[in-house]
């Protein structure tokens, strides 16, 4: 996993915590979490309850509540996640963490408003191996638990559909999948 150069200078005086895998970080109105080790996604589900992935955040991001007006707002662990606690008076220390969320946001945005879904499902595995991909001998490992459901939830299509296109993109050595990850070829970046 790609660790951020983005540090705090109030991270020595912050509240340190651990969560698990599939953990959910707490959330509060006036609290902010700066992620040092990890990986999360928010989430939201619409009224037939299908979820919806928000967003993917790792290391040198901050995440929280006040980033968000969308109800139901949840933060999940993909990974085992360290973060440290941001109280809402030294949020103005996080500015430079706050404008990458921004862009983050953004990228993420126009990833699943790409037509058509295969392009949709393979600029996100880019942006994915990118983010917290690491060298490999045949690419970049993006090492997060990963289950076709989340991806088809991160970019709006079925279970069914990312299965057969993970399948074509095997096929025609887009990636190779050992033990359920992913591996992007360094030659299709």
Not at 23 to 44: C, M, N, Y
Not at 74 to 86: A, G, K, M, P, R
Not at 161 to 167: A, D, E, F, Q, S
Request: overall charge neutral; some cysteine; hydrophobic content about 40%.
């Amino acid at each position: 996993m790609t660790l951020s150069t983005h540090t705090l200078s109030s991270a020595a005086n912050s509240i340190q915590r651990s969560f698990s895998y599939r953990d959910f970080i707490p959330l509060q109105p006036d609290t902010l979490w700066h992620i040092t080790w990890g990986a999360v996604r928010t989430l939201t589900w619409n009224e037939e309850g299908m979820l919806i992935t928000l967003g993917y955040w790792g290391p040198g991001d901050v995440v929280g509540q006040p980033l968000s007006r969308i109800q139901p707002y949840q933060i999940q662990c993909l990974t085992s996640v360290e973060v440290y606690y941001i109280p809402s008076h030294q949020c103005h220390e996080a500015l430079d963490a706050l404008l990458l969320h921004i862009q983050q946001a953004e990228e993420f945005l126009m990833i699943v408003r790409h037509e058509p879904m295969h392009s949709r499902l393979h600029q996100l595995l880019v942006w994915l191996a990118k983010k917290f991909g690491r060298q490999v001998s045949t690419g970049l490992l993006i090492d997060l638990r990963l289950t076709h459901q989340a991806i088809a939830e991160a970019i709006g299509t079925t279970r069914v559909t990312v299965t057969r296109l993970l399948n074509e993109f095997e096929r025609d050595g887009v990636i190779c999948r050992p033990k359920r990850h992913f591996i992007v070829l360094r030659d299709r970046l």
